[in-house]
Nanobody, 120 residues
Framework: VQLQASGGGSVQSGGFLHLSCAAS????????MGWYRQAPGKQRELVAE???????NYADSVKGRLIISRNNAENTVSLQMNSLKPEDTAVYFC???????????????WGQGTQVTVSS
């Protein structure tokens, strides 16, 4: 299973960015897909995730500004990031919870990080 992320970059405060991630490989099912972030000196934290039933969960700090979406047929997840703040600056990681077989437990897979920098 591989996750390929794209997007990110540098914007000024109040700007917007769009992150995308595509999953490829062989599996039984993909449960949750989403995004985590890690700022320098801090632990990795959940930003937003969405299940294959399209139930979404957001960190309180991003509610109302970031929107996660998913295409189950294409195995992609996207994050529209609006009204960005300097505190959103971090490396963003795509994540997927994958069942490789009907009998296997859920396994975590991560994409390469993509840098998001928001300047004030």
């Amino acid at each position: 299973v591989q996750l390929q992320a794209s997007g990110g970059g540098s914007v000024q405060s109040g700007g917007f960015l769009h992150l995308s991630c595509a999953a490829s490989g062989d599996w039984f099912s993909v449960h949750a897909m989403g995004w985590y972030r890690q700022a320098p000196g801090k632990q990795r934290e959940l930003v937003a995730e969405i299940t294959n039933g399209r139930s979404a969960n957001y960190a309180d700090s991003v509610k109302g500004r970031l929107i996660i979406s998913r295409n189950n047929a294409e195995n992609t997840v996207s994050l529209q990031m609006n009204s960005l703040k300097p505190e959103d600056t971090a490396v963003y990681f795509c994540h997927a919870g994958v069942y490789l077989t009907f009998y296997s437990g859920e396994r975590d897979y991560w994409g390469q990080g993509t840098q998001v920098t928001v300047s004030s």
